[in-house]
């Protein structure tokens, strides 16, 4: 049996489109949801189809990577808070207060389409509020939370509001929503050498013991599932991933919409979803 997620990655690229035209001919509001329920009719038997292949030996591995997935892990650059409050006359507050609204919003469709882990790098000033107003929906949808980045620098309220929130989600599974506060790419990188370099001052490990997988449990994203994540969305137009991820990035297809941060809704995110199933991964493999 394949799992649900395996189901949904699957499906959706099969549906969304005929999905879409049959909203418009039925005057059904396309959402989210309405998407999803397609998809649940569909997936017994897609299961069953899949369970048949398997048993007559037609189930290749070159035929499931031919096929457009969801990616498990989301990371997201949401630029473009203060341009978008100028070009409406509003003071940048306003623009920040709409990003952040817009980061639950699209953690929210995130989860319901069935992607694992999604990455928001955002902005200190509004996280207390937003973590207090928003917990009731962490712990309904059994959403974990964990927060990345240099924590010497955050207010001691928002530290323990932190820690509070990551304590009271932490044995959720399946959804991972990691917020990065003051992360930066090069620090990561750094306190993992550091990390490395005193564990092999002290003999707990050898220098040749360490290889990718070694520095990759010392990153800060050694919290999540999947690490490395498969999409990185920057909005705002900037083609450039700003210090964010550097190491984590090296396989991830980069995705870079003209759209400001807090205009980035559930057709916007559906369409870089649709992007990434058009891609052909290569991981570093020629084709």
């Known amino acids: ?14 549906v969304l489109i005929p999905g879409l035209f049959i909203s418009r001919r039925l005057s059904v509001p396309f959402s989210i949801r309405n998407i999803l ?4 009719l569909a997936a017994s038997q897609n299961d069953n189809d899949e369970e048949r292949n398997e048993k007559r030996g037609t189930n290749t591995m070159g035929e499931k990577e031919k096929r457009g997935g969801l990616p498990k892990h989301v990371a997201i650059i949401l630029d473009g808070n203060r341009r978008w409050a100028q070009k409406r006359g509003l003071g940048t507050s306003d623009g920040h207060k709409a990003g952040a609204r817009r980061v639950i919003e699209n953690a929210k469709d995130c989860f319901a389409m069935g992607i694992n882990t999604d990455e928001v790098n955002g902005l200190m000033s509004l996280f207390e509020e937003n973590f207090r ?8 949808d059994k959403i974990k939370i964990s927060v990345i980045g240099n924590r010497t620098k955050i207010p001691q309220s928002l ?17 991972h929503l990691i917020l990065a506060i003051d992360y ?47 999409l990185l969305i920057r909005t705002s137009g900037e083609q450039r991933i700003s210090n964010f991820f550097l190491w984590q990035s090296a396989y991830t297809e980069l995705y870079f919409p003209n759209v400001l941060w807090p205009d980035f809704g559930e057709a916007e995110y559906l369409e870089a979803l649709t992007w990434y199933q058009q891609r052909q991964r290569r991981f570093g493999r020629r084709v």
Do not use: H, W
């Open 37 to 40: 329920r397609f998809i649940k």
């Open 184 to 230: 930066s790419g090069r620090f990561d990188i750094m306190q993992a050498c550091k990390s490395l370099a005193e564990k092999a001052k002290n003999g707990l490990i050898q220098v040749e013991d360490i290889d990718e997988n070694v520095i990759d449990k010392e990153l800060m994203t050694n919290c999540s599932e999947f690490p490395n994540p498969d």
């Open 159 to 175: 530290l323990g509001l932190i820690r509070e929130t990551e304590e009271a989600t932490k044995s959720y599974e399946g959804k």
């Open 1 to 14: 049996m394949v799992s649900l997620f395996s189901v949904v990655s699957t499906f959706i690229a099969i």
């Open 133 to 140: 107003s928003e917990m009731p929906f962490f712990q309904r």
